[in-house]
């Protein structure tokens, strides 16, 4: 007999699924790349902003029926949401756990993906809106002339 995973889809330890959280985390990126508010969001959804704010951390499952709402909304296709998903992510969902992990299993720190930061994302933001492309790429040699070419060889 299968054991026991966590309510919800969660992992055993309480932790969201890492799937639930990637979606999530794509969720936010799109809104935030469109210049959208939680509370815009919600709003064409007819939901919460405090539901978007569940459903961007991965402690709300999205069901198929709203991830197609929401692909719709973000103008992206659905398969956007799981685009960069890690094998490590998907081996630990909870499905796959039941059947070979540890009750104590732990999924990889999402927290440290710079694509998902504020920073990052406003900084993608705010280079796009820069309307004069020559411009634009002055600032990326300029970004590539600081940055320490160690920390990029280790990322």
Known sequence: MARKTGSRGRLPNGAPNP?????GGRVRLRRTLLGMTQERLAALLGLTFQQIQKYERGANRIGASRLFDLARVLDVPVGYFFEGLAEEAMALSPGLLAKMAPADATF?????????????????????RIGDP??????????????????????
């Open 108 to 128: 990889p720190d999402q927290g440290k993906d710079a694509a998902l930061k504020r920073e990052t994302l406003e900084l993608v933001r705010n280079y796009y």
């Open 134 to 155: 020559r411009l634009r790429k002055q600032i990326m040699d300029l970004a590539l002339a600081l940055s320490d070419p160690a920390e990029a060889k280790s990322a």
């Open 19 to 23: 799937i639930d959280s990637h979606v």
